[in-house]
Structure formats: C-alpha cells, structure tokens
Nanobody, 117 residues
Framework: VQLQASGGGLVQAGGSLRLSCAAR??????MGWFRQAPGKEREFVAT????????YYADVVKGRFTISRDNAKNMVYLQMNNLKPEDTAVYYC?????????????WGQGTLVTVSS
C-alpha cells in the first residue's frame, strides 16, 4: 500500500486544519497518524481500526483531534481543532498496530503543520 498525506499548512493558534491520507493498494489496515517536530522523536497522534472504526488518541491531542476513515474512498482523515504551537510538526500516516511508531510501515510522505502563536 502507498500512502500520501496532505492538508498541512500555516495556521494561527486556536485554528483548525484537516489532514488527509490517501491510500493506494490494499487498505484493510489499521491506520495511524504520527508527527515529528524538529529535533524530536516521532510520536503517536491517533489510530483507527478498519471495520468498527475504533479510535485511540495520544493524551496531548485527545478532545482536540479526531481521526476518521472512509473505506470506500481509501481515505483517512485527521481533523485538528484548537491547534497549539506545540502541535507544529510534520504529520505522517502509516499502517500498523498500537502506538509505537516502530511498529508501523508504509509511511507516506509527511505534511507540514505550522501553528503560530
């Protein structure tokens, strides 16, 4: 499967962005969003299962971010609300299990999110 993230950009603190992840190929995978800020390790943001759409979030984004998927369109989304400067990072989508980025594969190119204060 090939993944490509898009939708990043520059937004002021308190604003919103919606990231998209387009999948090509086999798509019946658990999908996750991760992010990596400059000089920091890649970190878990959210994940969603295939059929029931069960979601899991990192504590730092819980209540602000929403992950969703449209299996018919092979798309996964990350709605980000009330953005904070500390959310600034390159965001990636990938397939895998759990919250450890090392357990994920098929990393797409990331999309940069910059939140200004």
């Amino acid at each position: 499967v090939q993944l490509q993230a898009s939708g990043g950009g520059l937004v002021q603190a308190g604003g919103s962005l919606r990231l998209s992840c387009a999948a090509r190929g086999r798509t019946n995978y658990i999908m996750g969003w991760f992010r990596q800020a400059p000089g920091k390790e890649r970190e878990f943001v959210a994940t969603i299962t295939v059929n029931r759409g069960t979601t899991y979030y990192a504590d730092v984004v819980k209540g602000r971010f929403t992950i969703s998927r449209d299996n018919a369109k092979n798309m996964v989304y990350l709605q980000m609300n009330n953005l904070k400067p500390e959310d600034t990072a390159v965001y990636y989508c990938a397939t895998g299990v759990g919250s450890n980025w090392r357990e994920y594969q098929n990393w797409g190119q990331g999309t940069l999110v910059t939140v200004s204060s």
